[in-house]
């Protein structure tokens, strides 16, 4: 999305169709939606580093479906922090992404339909780029291995929540003591200790 203008551009166009703009003067663009369209909002904040924040409240009337076509380089990690999103992938198959779920978009094309349920409100952060200004930027913290070591396949199966895989092994990891033993040496903390602090 960042990065891209006729990414941008489709973006723009989408919430232009549902929903009314309100600028902030923080830097914020928030988009309400129009009452045919169902209740909420979808805030997107631009970022200096061509990422964007964007946070979703909404509830769709009469349930909600959008067609996505996104290149190889396209970079979005979206944390659902309530509700669901259905997602129908052209090379992928189906999947969702509930409530304290996290969607990684492999880095290979993906296009497809999400949807969202009848008044089904849906609450989620997503951030969006590029991975090729993801690896410019945090390069030296090891983004490089996020999802090249897999296999397409793989890669797409974990973007829809199909594969349940430690974490250690999805990143590249042999074995969850070698991830265990590098997250401690960087963080200070076992990844059981952070997960329970940050859930």
């Not at 309530?82 to 978009?105: C, F, K, P, Q």
């Not at 690896?135 to 974990?158: K, Y």
Request: charged share 25%; hydrophobic share 30%; glycine share 14%.
């Amino acid at each position: 999305m960042a990065g891209s203008r006729t990414s941008e551009a489709t973006y723009a166009a989408y919430y232009a169709s549902i929903a009314q703009v309100e600028e902030s003067g923080d830097g914020t663009v928030r988009h309400r939606l129009r009452p045919e369209a169902g209740d909420g909002t979808i805030e997107v904040t631009s970022l200096r580093s061509g990422f964007d924040i964007v946070r979703y409240d909404v509830a769709f009337a009469g349930g909600h479906r959008v067609g996505y076509s996104f290149p190889g380089d396209h970079f979005e990690l979206e944390h659902c922090v309530d509700g669901r999103m259905s997602i129908r992938d052209t090379h992928s198959g189906a999947g969702e992404l509930r409530a304290r779920s996290v969607a990684l978009s492999p880095r290979c094309a993906t296009e497809g339909v999400v949807a969202h349920g009848d008044g089904e409100r849906y609450r989620a952060v997503s951030i969006t780029g590029t991975w090729s200004g993801l690896t410019s930027r945090l390069g030296g913290f090891g983004v490089d291995a996020l999802p090249d070591n897999r296999p397409e396949s793989v890669a797409r199966e974990q973007y829809l929540g199909g594969r349940s895989s430690g974490i250690g092994h999805e990143v590249g990891y042999a074995s969850p003591s070698n991830f265990g033993y590098a997250f401690r040496r960087d963080r200070g903390i076992t990844p059981a200790k952070f997960r329970r602090a940050h859930s």
